[in-house]
């Protein structure tokens, strides 16, 4: 059975960084082909897609508003993805939660990833 467990999240001035974790289980990096999303959910509004990472090939997709400012990346030996977030906004603050779903190819929607973690809060102070 798949889990994710996010990790990192927190309470940052704004022009911050900080750095998520996701780490799954119930399959491997080096074995599995999945997709692994970060999303995030703000109070009253939709979740939207933040960026993704393929096990396959480590193709990554961004959502627009985090590009330049935010990276993402994957540890095989750790089973682990993370969200780098530098220059952080007030308007980044939400819950961010990782995805995951089989597959090869980083897509932006989050209706079609199967398993998800429990979310971390990150909060963004002005």
């Known amino acids: 059975e798949v889990h994710l467990v996010e990790s990192g999240g927190g309470l940052i001035q704004a022009g911050g960084s900080l750095r998520l974790s996701c780490t799954a289980s119930g399959f491997t990096f080096d074995d599995d082909d999945y997709v692994i999303g970060w999303f995030r959910q703000a109070p009253g509004k939709e979740r939207e897609a933040v960026s993704c990472?393929?096990?396959?090939?480590?193709?990554?997709d961004y959502a627009d508003s985090v590009k330049g400012r935010f990276t993402i990346s994957s540890d095989n030996a750790k089973n682990t993805v993370y969200l780098q977030m530098n220059s952080l906004k007030p308007e980044d603050t939400a819950v961010y939660y990782c995805a995951a779903d089989k597959g090869t190819i980083p897509v932006m929607i989050p209706g079609i990833y199967d398993y998800w973690g429990q979310g971390t809060q990150v909060t963004v102070s002005a």
């Open positions: 990472i393929s096990t396959y090939d480590r193709e990554t």
